[in-house]
């Protein structure tokens, strides 16, 4: 739309809007729409929650968390590859417990925890593997609608 501002004005509300999370209006590629996802990661994956928990704690948190706040954004955007590797990073300093300060090493590369549980892996999900099969989805459920159509 042209004048988005006009129709902003004269609905009364604020812009960008959000509905279910989402920014309506938002360009797709941009990376605001990703930053309140990051914001509830970093919350939700607190260094005063590692202190608590065990590893096993930390890892069930990861998975729970991982599954729940950012597979409705997945399915509609595609991620940014830095985007991707910042919520990783978050994961990965929450699993290990470092949060700044000392020196930590890692205990498993996190290409090996990544892996599924059979091939040696803790099966936590890649982010843009996953996004990539939200999608395509989508994608599949276009291409049956215009078979149907036929």
């Not at 797709?28 to 607190?46: A, T």
């Not at 978050?90 to 590369?109: A, E, P, S, T």
Request: proline content about 4%; overall charge positive; some cysteine.
């Amino acid at each position: 739309m042209d004048n988005i501002q006009l129709v902003v004005g004269v609905l009364g509300c604020t812009f960008p809007t959000y509905d279910l999370g989402l920014p309506l209006g938002a360009k797709f590629k941009d990376k605001s729409i990703w930053k309140p996802i990051v914001e509830r990661f970093e919350q939700r994956l607190s260094r005063r929650r590692a202190k608590y928990l065990s590893k096993r704690g930390r890892f069930t948190l990861i998975q729970s968390i991982l599954s729940s706040i950012p597979a409705y954004v997945l399915s509609l955007f595609l991620i940014p590859v830095s985007v991707a590797t910042k919520l990783e990073a978050i994961q990965r300093k929450f699993l290990w417990g470092y949060f700044g300060g000392d020196f930590k090493y890692y205990l498993v590369r996190w290409d090996i925890v990544k892996l599924s549980m059979p091939e040696g892996g803790l099966g936590v999900r890649d982010l843009k593997i996953f996004n990539e099969a939200l999608l395509g989805k989508w994608l599949q459920r276009f291409i049956d609608l215009v078979v149907l159509m036929k």
